[in-house]
């Protein structure tokens, strides 16, 4: 089985042009990367990346290790990696944007990479390993919309052999479940190079400092704008494809009542 948010019904009402500038700076670069022999995107890699040993130690690089904290965050390691956070930044990073500004939401942004970079920093700080992406910064965009939006709701792609359906899940089930997860694989070690910890400080900064980087006639917790658990399902076979709206829930409670009833 598959998931993965694809949208929200949460309309903006200012166009989110820190986002589409982040969005374009991520993928120059990492297309910049991609173009370097193997050998010279390594050293950028080493160059422009946040080693702990260095920011808590005394290693110098290329540029002084504190710059790294946000040469690292426009750096991405593959292309699963760069759309996962590209899309995680259109999805939830709108809605912030407009609830502070343009201005204000870029230190916002800047501020939760930072202590995302931070926290990870401090769990290994002799580690010379480099880190890079912008995950721990969109955590941050991801805790400031549970304060914000938790009922808004997020459109989840769910993928089961030949079914495709896409379900509206409330916003705090679905980052919730991404914090939590986020704190499971953290607790089982930073296997497979991903740096949960800076998830995590991300995603805590930015549900914190949503309180001082929000307009003051920004209301926290809003209310949703849709009905939750509706879905399209999609039904492959052959050649044919099927699509039909339901309500997720209703199908659900049906389906053991008719097997109750059996």
């Known amino acids: 089985m598959f998931f993965f948010p694809i949208s929200d019904d949460n309309e903006s009402n200012s166009k989110p042009y820190i986002c589409y500038c982040l969005i374009g700076i991520c993928c120059f670069i990492f297309?910049?990367?991609?173009?370097?022999?193997?050998?010279?995107?390594?050293?950028?890699?080493y160059n422009f990346g946040v080693i702990p040993a260095a920011v808590l130690g005394d290693q110098q690089g290329l540029i002084h290790p504190y710059l790294t904290i946000f040469t690292s965050m426009f750096m991405h390691g593959g292309w699963m990696h760069l759309i996962g956070n590209m899309v995680f930044l259109w999805i939830f990073g709108d809605n912030i944007e407009d609830s502070m500004g343009h201005k204000k939401f870029l230190v916002f942004?800047?501020?939760?990479?930072?202590?995302a970079a931070l926290l990870q920093a401090s769990i290994d700080p002799s580690s010379s390993v480099p880190m890079i992406g912008a995950s721990g910064a969109i955590a941050g965009l991801l805790g400031?919309?549970?304060v914000l939006h938790p009922r808004a709701n997020v459109n989840v792609l769910f993928w089961l052999f030949i079914f495709i359906t896409v379900i509206k899940v409330p916003a705090f089930i679905v980052l919730s479940i991404w914090i939590v997860s986020q704190f499971f694989?953290?607790?089982?070690g930073s296997e497979g190079g991903v740096a949960y910890?800076?998830?995590?400080?991300?995603?805590?900064a930015g549900a914190l400092l949503i309180y001082f980087f929000k307009s003051p006639h920004i209301r926290?917790?809003?209310?949703?704008?849709?009905?939750s658990f509706e879905s399209t399902k999609f039904s492959m076979n052959g050649s044919s494809n099927q699509t039909e709206e339901r309500n997720f829930m209703q199908e659900f409670v049906d389906r053991a009542n008719k097997k109750d009833k059996n």
Do not use: D, K, T
């Open 144 to 146: 400031a919309y549970l």
């Open 109 to 115: 942004y800047l501020l939760s990479g930072i202590f």
């Open 185 to 188: 694989s953290a607790s089982m």
């Open 220 to 227: 926290l917790f809003q209310e949703g704008n849709s009905r």
């Open 197 to 204: 910890f800076a998830h995590i400080g991300g995603f805590i």
């Open 31 to 45: 297309l910049w990367q991609n173009a370097l022999p193997i050998n010279l995107n390594q050293s950028a890699i």
